[in-house]
């Protein structure tokens, strides 16, 4: 099963948006959305500060960037894909 990561903060309305964007397309796809605070963890917050949202395929200490800021549904949908296949 694929593993999308959400990195995201409370206060964030861009996280919010991504948050929203990804789910139906993780489900489309049957994967599964872990959504991680990088507030809650000083080497997130010191790794991307401001730079949220990240939405990446697998962990943050391995896993691929998707997009930042904004959902990009073209990167997302050919990362599932490929991991599909």
């Known amino acids: ?10 206060y964030c309305h861009l996280c919010d948006e991504m948050r929203d964007a990804v789910h139906p397309v993780a489900q489309r796809y049957a994967a599964a959305v ?7 963890y000083p080497d997130l917050e010191a790794a991307f500060g401001e730079a949220v949202p990240v939405l990446m395929l697998g962990a ?7 997009c930042r800021y904004h959902f990009d549904r073209g990167a997302v949908e050919r990362a599932l894909r490929k991991f599909a296949s």
Do not use: C, N, Q, Y
Not at 1 to 10: C, I
Not at 60 to 66: I, M, N, S
């Open 1 to 10: 099963m694929a593993v999308l990561t959400l990195l995201s903060r409370s």
């Open 34 to 40: 872990i959504e991680v605070d990088v507030d809650a």
């Open 60 to 66: 943050p200490a391995d896993g691929v960037e998707l």
